[in-house]
């Protein structure tokens, strides 16, 4: 796990507890966004001993701390996380036929959002882009 996350939790007045850690590192390991019982799934596949209330609490932590990011991606109705570090804002697209998820690193929005800015004098604090549609192997 990348140091800078440890000194982030500790500079919070937080312990890098093992679930913590563990939770971070596959979510490091993941290359898409995944739900609180995915990254369970996949904590009991690397036997770590943990229970989903811990993940849920962990998670909570994470993203209170800004290590990690929430996303709702509207056609699933529940939360997946992603880790927050190295990466920039950016959006997704999900498969309507498997529910495979892609990362789209890049944002489009960067002028809209900035003439909404100065349209309404508001300062954009964050904004959500969803993409759906059929991957290669769904087609």
């Not at 993941?30 to 009991?44: G, V």
């Not at 989903?52 to 962990?58: A, D, K, N, S």
């Not at 529910?99 to 964050?126: Q, S, W």
């Amino acid at each position: 796990m990348a140091v800078k996350l440890k000194d982030e939790l500790k500079a919070a007045g937080r312990r890098l507890t093992r679930p913590r850690q563990a939770v971070l590192e596959v979510l490091e390991q993941c290359q898409y966004p995944l739900t609180a019982s995915e990254l369970y799934q996949q904590l009991q596949e690397h036997h770590v001993s943990i229970d989903l209330v811990t993940v849920y609490r962990t998670l909570t932590v994470l993203k209170e701390l800004g290590l990690i990011t929430q996303l709702e991606l509207h056609q699933e109705g529940q939360f997946r996380y992603e880790i927050r570090e190295g990466r920039e804002h950016h959006h997704h697209i999900r498969c309507q036929g498997c529910g495979k998820i892609a990362d789209l690193l890049l944002c489009p929005l960067k002028k809209l959002t900035a003439f909404i800015e100065k349209e309404t004098r508001f300062i954009v604090e964050h904004h959500s882009l969803e993409f759906s549609g059929w991957c290669p192997k769904c087609q």
